[in-house]
């Protein structure tokens, strides 16, 4: 569903200019600096209205994490949740990310999630999925020896397109669920705005982890 306009939505974002980085390429090799710390870091991309990556933040203070959006009236909402909630531990980017290179060097992330990213169901956008070939390139590099990808989406044809990826890619496929909240692993206890509403729908939330 397309989203409205906010009104007076630059400056409404200028407001909350402690968690929005600015230019965050000039942080490659660097995003310690910025947290002040040698914490291991953390990257969703995609995060929506951020309750997935806030939960996180809130649960784990040692560890740092980095929310990613592109959607200035999306990004804006996990902004003012963030600020209500007066989080070090976390800071995001409104950007669309095609190379997470641009951004991060080699081996400076501990953990990608990729939740509910947009299935691009035509085979010509094929390219445009966050678990394409030449985006899980970018994040092997980028993630440190043996650290993990997380990936959820309620999408069939993704979730298949997703694994046959991973398993091309020379990914390990560490944890596989086509229900997740059927199942015991960790990864149910900390959900999505999306998550939640299509749990509440009846369809099953589809999960892998991958290394």
């Known amino acids: 569903m397309r989203q409205r306009k906010v009104k007076n939505e630059e400056e409404k974002l200028a407001g909350h200019h402690r968690y929005l980085v600015q230019d965050p390429d000039r942080l490659k090799g660097r995003w310690g600096e910025l947290f002040g ?3 291991d870091i953390y990257i969703e991309v995609g995060c929506g209205k951020g309750k997935f990556i806030l939960t996180l933040a809130e649960q784990n203070p040692d560890k740092n994490y980095i929310a990613v959006e592109g959607r ?3 990004i804006l909402r996990a902004l003012e949740k963030a600020s209500c909630k007066e989080l070090k531990n976390i800071v995001f980017l409104k950007e669309y990310v095609k190379n997470i290179e641009d951004y991060f060097a080699e081996g400076e992330l501990s953990g990608i999630y990729l939740n ?5 169901p035509k085979d010509r956008h094929a390219k445009r999925r966050l678990t394409h070939s030449r985006y899980l390139e970018g994040y092997k590099k980028v993630l440190k020896n043996g650290h993990c990808i997380e990936f959820k989406t309620d999408n069939d044809e993704l979730f298949s397109f997703a694994l046959e990826e991973f398993q091309q890619g020379g990914m390990e496929i560490l944890e596989c669920a086509e229900d997740l909240h059927g199942t ?11 998550e939640d509403k299509f749990r509440k729908d009846g369809k099953p939330i589809h999960y892998c982890k991958v290394q």
């Open 72 to 74: 200035g009236s999306i």
């Open 184 to 194: 015991n692993l960790e990864a149910r206890l900390v959900t999505t705005e999306y």
């Open 116 to 120: 509910f990213s947009d299935p691009w």
């Open 37 to 39: 710390n040698d914490n």
